[in-house]
């Protein structure tokens, strides 16, 4: 239990590190995903809006 104690606040360390940096880069893929489809959905219905 204690090399447990004494390991985990390097692990939670590097693992909370690599999980940001993956949560980072997921949440810009997501945002910049939703900015596209949010400007497609735009451009797709403004002719329809136009007839």
Known sequence: ???A???TPA???SASA???EAAG???SEVFLGSLMALLMAHL???PVGRR
Do not use: D, E, I, K
Request: hydrophobic content about 55%; aromatic content about 6%; charged content about 10%.
């Open 18 to 20: 690599v999980g940001l």
């Open 11 to 13: 692990l939670v360390n």
């Open 5 to 7: 104690l004494v390991v």
């Open 25 to 27: 880069r997921r949440a």
């Open 44 to 46: 797709f219905s403004q």
């Open 1 to 3: 239990m204690t090399t």
